[in-house]
């Protein structure tokens, strides 16, 4: 089996930092216990030579989902065994890319026809999704990692996983980018240095989304699910309103990550957060107000 733990890290750290920091920056996670501030203190409170040292322990909660889960990301890759998942789906997958490569310009009419409309309306919710877009799931579900620490480490497991079986996947097609199909395209972003198909982002955000929607039906929270559904649809699309996605590319991601998240769903390794995340669900406000006395 061919793992790719770092690839698409490093291209989207090449290509979209500033995003990607952005994106961090913004996301509900805690920050880490004294962080900073806009600007240094340069003279500290504490009298030369009376340094009394506090017995201080690191919490958990303060410790980022992204990198929480990075220990059992190696575990998870190897319990779904990628080789056998991207098998079973390489019939569909080669379907999808037949009918997109068809009609390339049918196939490109987001990216063609309507980045205009697109880009006023959404310039920049795609840009800042151009990184890790966790922090949007964050915000529909009004989640924070003291509250709800395992919902978004499952988030961010399965965000990391899906990142990892999607590029295994582009490496299986190779395909080029839109900008290199039709020329005078101008992405509004940087191409990212990787194929083209699937869009990762379809397959993250796809994966997050049915992963929660799964968990919110069991929790009795099927009001999220068509939030979450919207969401995912969006954040592919943005790509290739973007110009660095075809159609195809956007519909073999959703593909894979509904089939992804139930498989990942599934496994004995996502047992303990699965059953935290669920009573985290549960437990989410539904925005009820008593009445006035």
Known sequence: MTVFPSGHGNSHGNSHGNSHGNSHGNSAAASGPASGLAVPIMV???????V?????????????????????????VTALDPDAF?????????????????????????????????VSLWGGEIIDQSGNFQHYFHALLSLNSR??????????????VAGIVGMQ?????????????WPGLFPMLPTPPHPSFPSNHATQSTTVA??????????????????????????????????LHFASDTRA?????TELAKRLLALPELATLRAGALGELRGLSRGERDDPA
Not at 149 to 157: G, S
Not at 253 to 257: A, N, P
């Open 253 to 257: 991601g959703d593909r894979i990550g």
């Open 210 to 243: 049915v992963t929660l929607s799964e968990l919110a039906q069991e929790a009795e929270r099927g009001e999220f699910v068509p939030f979450l559904t919207a969401l995912a649809h969006r954040i592919g699309e943005n790509r290739e309103y973007a110009g």
């Open 52 to 76: 009394t040292p506090i017995e201080a322990r690191y919490s958990d909660l303060e410790i980022h989902p992204d990198l929480w889960v990075l220990p059992l990301v190696p575990r998870v």
């Open 169 to 181: 996947i582009k490496f299986k097609f190779m395909r080029g980018r839109p900008a290199q199909v």
């Open 86 to 118: 991207v098998s079973q789906l390489d019939a569909e997958l080669q379907d999808i890319l037949c009918e997109g490569n068809a009609d390339v310009k049918l196939d490109l009419e987001r990216g063609l026809l309507k980045r205009e409309d697109a």
């Open 44 to 50: 500290t409170l504490i009298p030369p030579g009376d």
């Open 147 to 160: 509250g709800h620490p395992n919902l978004m480490r499952l988030m961010a497991l399965v965000y990391a």
